[in-house]
């Protein structure tokens, strides 16, 4: 009997429970980031931005099963990462949420509004 069959359908199970969570707007923990961290695609439009309190307070899409689209504050872990975004950027972003904190980072400009 071979076991191949089985590894092959084990490795497709995989793939489709990969495609089907970021189709979903979820990411996957990547390598080095928090283990217990779930981390959500999201877009929006920048609508104030506080280097000393390290937050940016965006107006956001519906995140895809986690939370309906709003205007709220973020906090920012690396204050770098506020470089260069201006108000009224349309941006899409990564939202990192444990059971203590949240947080986002990795932001794109998407245009302008």
Known sequence: MRSWP???????????ISFDAKSAGILLPQSGSETDARI???????EEINPDAQTVTIKHEAVSNYMAAMTMPFKVKDQKEL????I??????????????????????????
């Open 40 to 46: 959500f695609a999201a877009k929006g439009v920048v």
């Open 83 to 86: 470089a260069g975004l201006q």
């Open 88 to 113: 009224g950027d349309e941006i899409s972003f990564q939202h990192h949420v444990t059971e203590t904190e949240s947080w986002v980072d990795q932001f794109t400009k998407i245009g302008t509004v």
């Open 6 to 16: 089985l590894a092959v359908s084990t490795l497709l199970l995989c793939l489709l």
